[in-house]
């Protein structure tokens, strides 16, 4: 039989592509609200149940935020190091979360206090989940073993210690209450039994897997680790199907909309990439620092982000009644004659004129490297007017971007038709030498972020052979203007010694003729 290989699949939205339903419907969301945390924020999870609150896992707490609250409504602090993995039962009454002091605390939602404590980790805990039963819990921890409790009494059912490396996340069947997905930093997705007491299903991810994912129908499973997102059909013997590359840095979580199960994933590159059903980029979202936790609400009415810099944003879509109501406030703007009103007023001569400071106002791209969006700010600054008619700006922001140190990440993360506009500017001003020295810096840049997926796009690849005859041609041309230096230099220095010869013979000849005179 015919071994079955993979598809490793790296898409980018294709030069004059048409906007699909699928993006019009992921940025039909609010600009985000930014929340901050007391430190990293680890672990989202929606209640099941409404109104859909959320739970916050950060530093030694966890917050609970109602679904339009930017303050929490309930806090939970009974931590004497840091939580992780708060997570929620089915019916949204209880929540377990480990920590790293290695025990497990189960909370009940309507008080404050601690119902449970499962001791029996002697290493941090960093998932906890609810068994789909909703009367046992399944923990994995850094002692290389992943537990199952009961509730009740408190008291531990059965381990499982298969993996040999810190287990990062456990995934709970909603079908078959004894079964559950981890995944562990030893490369390795398994699937265990918990009446068998041992593993059923072994994958190899072949990095270090952050984040397990099971499909509502749970045939797919979705695992992450490294810059790759695999997904594998369970009903095949946990065969990869799919190997998505389209982040740039490990990617760390992962969620499925409730809307078409689209895949939604979350990476340390600060993007946040929308799949559609085919694995296709669909949407794209930018975040200010690396993102380690990612939430969808049901129905898609919220999207929460948590980062490394202890920001939360959440985004909240729009609905046609919002729209509708905006579009119907909006009033008409001041008449023309408003704004020329006394422009051509001249004073007299006896006036005392005092003048009004102008007030400046900062460009687009001058605004968003104020607030450190790098990409955005070069996307701004590569539009078409600004490129064509004032490169010099262009030029200007790469060279700020340069000096701050952030031109790769903001080259980085790039389609088709950035890339595109990227390139044809290198290829009109690269030779020109108020530009050269930085724009060459920017092509060894593109170079090496995207050396691997060049043959991916005939339209990048001929741009860069193009750009690659024209930097030949411009040596060429240097090499023959250093020989005409090289000779005018020859030149020079010749015609400096006889000048030098003819003012030393000259002064001999002065004299003899004073003689003659006297």
Avoid at 122 to 131: E, G, M, Q
Avoid at 167 to 178: E, F, G, M, T
Avoid at 452 to 463: N, T
């Amino acid at each position: 039989m015919a071994s079955f290989k993979p598809t490793i699949i790296q898409t980018y939205p294709k030069l004059g592509e048409k906007i699909t339903e699928d993006t019009l419907y992921w940025k039909s969301y609010k600009p985000a609200v930014q929340i901050k945390e007391f430190a990293a924020v680890t672990k989202i999870d929606f209640s099941p149940l409404p109104p859909h609150n959320y739970a916050v896992t950060s530093s030694t707490r966890i917050h609970i935020y109602g679904p339009h609250s930017q303050e929490p409504i309930r806090s939970f602090t009974r931590f004497r190091d840091t939580a992780y993995g708060g997570s929620f039962r089915g019916d949204g009454k209880l929540l377990v979360a480990g920590s790293e002091e290695g025990r497990i605390r189960l909370f009940d939602i309507s008080s404050r206090v601690a119902l449970r404590q499962f001791i029996g980790h002697s290493k941090a805990v960093h998932a906890t989940s609810f068994l789909s039963d909703g009367f046992r819990v399944v923990s994995g921890s850094d002692d290389l073993s992943c537990r199952v409790w009961d509730v009740a009494s408190g008291v531990e059912l059965s381990s499982f210690t298969e993996h040999t490396d810190y287990i990062r996340d456990v995934a709970p069947s909603k079908l078959n209450p004894d079964l559950f997905v981890t995944g562990s930093y030893d490369h390795t997705v398994k699937v265990f039994d918990v009446r068998s007491g041992s593993s059923v299903m072994t994958m190899q991810h072949g990095h270090p897997v952050e984040c397990v994912l099971l499909y509502p129908s749970e045939a797919l499973l979705v695992s992450t680790g490294g810059r790759y997102v695999k997904i594998w059909d369970l009903l095949k013997g946990g065969q990869q199907l799919v190997s998505l590359k389209n982040h740039h840095k490990t990617v760390t979580c992962a969620c499925l909309s409730s809307t078409g199960n689209k895949l939604l994933t979350g990476s340390l590159d600060r993007h946040v990439k929308v799949y559609n059903s085919t694995y296709k980029v669909v949407h794209n979202i930018d975040c200010a620092a690396s993102i380690l936790s990612l939430a969808i609400a049901p129905y898609d009415e919220v999207v929460a982000v948590g980062m490394t810099n202890g920001v939360l944003s959440v985004r909240h879509r729009k609905h046609k009644e919002e729209k509708e109501t905006l579009t119907g406030q909006r009033r008409r703007g001041p008449a023309y004659r408003i704004f020329v009103k006394r422009k051509n007023f001249v004073p007299k001569q006896d006036d005392f004129l005092v003048s009004k400071p102008v007030k400046q106002h900062l460009k687009k791209y001058d605004k968003q490297l104020k607030s450190f969006e790098v990409s955005k700010a070069l996307d701004t600054a590569l539009q078409t007017w600004t490129r064509t008619k004032k490169p010099e700006v262009t030029v200007a922001v790469i060279m700020e971007l340069k000096r701050r140190g952030t031109l790769k990440n903001a080259l980085a993360g790039r389609d088709e038709d950035s890339l595109t506009k990227l390139l044809n500017f290198l290829l009109k001003h690269i030779t020109d030498p108020r530009f050269s020295r930085p724009l060459l810096t920017v092509g060894d840049i593109v170079l090496d972020l995207y050396h691997q997926v060049i043959p991916q796009s005939f339209v990048v690849e001929r741009l860069l052979q193009r750009l690659l005859e024209l930097l030949g041609q411009e040596a060429e041309v240097q090499k023959e203007l250093l020989q005409v230096l090289g000779i005018m230099d020859t030149l020079f220095a010749s015609l400096t010694l006889r000048r030098e010869v003819a003012t030393l013979a000259a002064p001999p000849v002065a004299q003899g003729s004073h003689l003659q005179a006297a």
